[in-house]
């Protein structure tokens, strides 16, 4: 059974750092691609970065480039998010997603998501 | 950037009745578009991706149309447990991947 289960939120000050983990099982993680999404209190949903399967192409949304790092471990089955600077507006559930298949966006497997409070 | 417009924002149907959501790209996406259902404090569950294939496990009350820059979710029957809210996405000219604000599905 194909399984994501994201980790490592938690409350932060503004400027303050927090790294995120997702851990994978079920299915060959270094053939998917793998996203961050996230999604603040009472609204949408919004990509927030992306990660190939052997961890060379890496993308994100212009709100997080420069303050964020995405990155996996695919001995480990695990992906990251590094945040740095964290803002207000970054509160959100984060949740990691999973391709569908290859450079496949679709995202067919999500993890249950967990909370970034960023405030003072 | 693709912008993702869905309508209406909110739906008000009764169990059994027939549900339309929209989804309107600001360009061309192909056939490039999914949607999600989201049920509250849920994690998202894809539906329907390249417009029109139902994802595994879905059940055939669901059907997608549409290319270009018109999409429809269809629910031919509406089921208690499909009052939700739903998403539409784009992934056709990335980065960035993009969401539509979703609309909210409600019992009448």
């Known amino acids: 059974e194909v399984q994501v289960l994201d980790s490592g939120g938690g409350l932060v000050q503004p400027g303050g750092s927090l790294r995120l983990s997702c851990a994978a099982s079920g299915f060959t993680f270094s053939s998917y691609i793998m996203s961050w999404v996230r999604q603040a209190p009472g609204k949408g949903l919004e990509w927030v970065s992306a990660?190939?399967?052997?961890?060379?192409?890496?993308f994100y949304a212009d709100s997080v480039k420069g303050r964020f790092t995405i990155s996996r471990d695919n001995s480990k089955n695990t992906l990251y998010l590094q945040m740095n600077s964290l803002r207000v507006e970054d509160t959100a559930v984060y949740y990691c997603?999973?391709?569908?298949?290859?450079?496949?966006?679709?995202?067919?497997?999500w993890g249950q998501g967990t909370l970034v409070t960023v405030s003072s | 950037e693709v912008v993702l417009t869905q309508s209406p924002a909110t739906l008000s149907l009764s169990p059994g009745e027939r549900a339309t959501l929209s989804c309107r790209a600001s360009q061309s996406v192909s056939s490039y578009l999914a949607w999600y259902q989201q049920k509250p404090g849920q994690a998202p569950r894809l539906l329907i991706y390249?417009?029109?294939n139902r994802a595994t496990g879905i059940p055939a009350r669901f059907s997608g149309s549409g290319s270009g820059t018109d999409f429809t979710l269809t629910i031919s029957s509406l089921e208690p447990e499909d009052f939700a809210v739903y998403y539409c996405q784009q992934r056709y000219n990335w980065p960035p991947i993009t969401f539509g604000q979703g609309t909210r599905l409600d019992i009448k």
């Open positions: 390249d417009a029109s």
């Open positions: 990660i190939g399967g052997s961890g060379d192409n890496i």
């Open positions: 997603a999973k391709g569908q298949g290859g450079t496949n966006n679709w995202f067919d497997s």
